[in-house]
C-alpha cells in the first residue's frame, strides 16, 4: 500500500509560481512512477506531468511545458511540481498519483494504482 499526501497549494496572482510536494510513504521512493493530474470544476481529469521512478525522464503536458517542472527526491520519498508563470486557467484540484507496475511517465490516468487527496491551486486574474 502505498499513501501520497500534497501539500503547496493555494492562492496565487496571474503570473506568479507555486510549488507542490507530494510525500509518499508505504514504500521506497525508487519504487514508483509518479506523476500530477489536475481537475477544474466541471472538467475531466487531466493529465500535468510525469516522472520516472529514477526521475532520468520527465514527461510534461504540451499545455504546461515551460511553465511546469516535475521533480523528485528518492530520499525524501517526494515529487515535486513547479509551476511557474501561473495562469487563471490552472486553478484546479491537483493531485498526486503514483503506480508499482509501469516504468514509464504515463500521462493515462487509469495506469495508477494510488492517488492523493488532491491540493486546491487557485490563480487570480
Known amino acids: 500500500q502505498v499513501q501520497l499526501v500534497e501539500s503547496g497549494g493555494g492562492v496565487v496572482q496571474a503570473g506568479g509560481s507555486l510549488r507542490l510536494s507530494c510525500a509518499a510513504s508505504?514504500?521506497?521512493?525508487?519504487?514508483?512512477?509518479m506523476g500530477w493530474f489536475r481537475q477544474a470544476p466541471g472538467k475531466d481529469r487531466e493529465f500535468v506531468a510525469a516522472?520516472?521512478?529514477?526521475?532520468?525522464?520527465?514527461n510534461i503536458a504540451n499545455s504546461m511545458r515551460g511553465r511546469f517542472t516535475i521533480s523528485r527526491d528518492n530520499a525524501k520519498n517526494t515529487v515535486y511540481l513547479q509551476m511557474n508563470i501561473l495562469k487563471p486557467e490552472d486553478t484546479a484540484v491537483y493531485y498526486c498519483?503514483?503506480?508499482?507496475?509501469?516504468?514509464?511517465?504515463?500521462?493515462?490516468?487509469?495506469?495508477?494504482?494510488?492517488w492523493g487527496q488532491g491540493t486546491q491551486v487557485t490563480v487570480s486574474s
Open positions: 508505504g514504500r521506497t521512493g525508487s519504487s514508483y512512477v
Open positions: 516522472i520516472a521512478r529514477s526521475g532520468g525522464s520527465t
Open positions: 498519483a503514483a503506480d508499482l507496475t509501469i516504468f514509464s511517465p504515463s500521462p493515462l490516468a487509469d495506469e495508477y494504482d494510488y
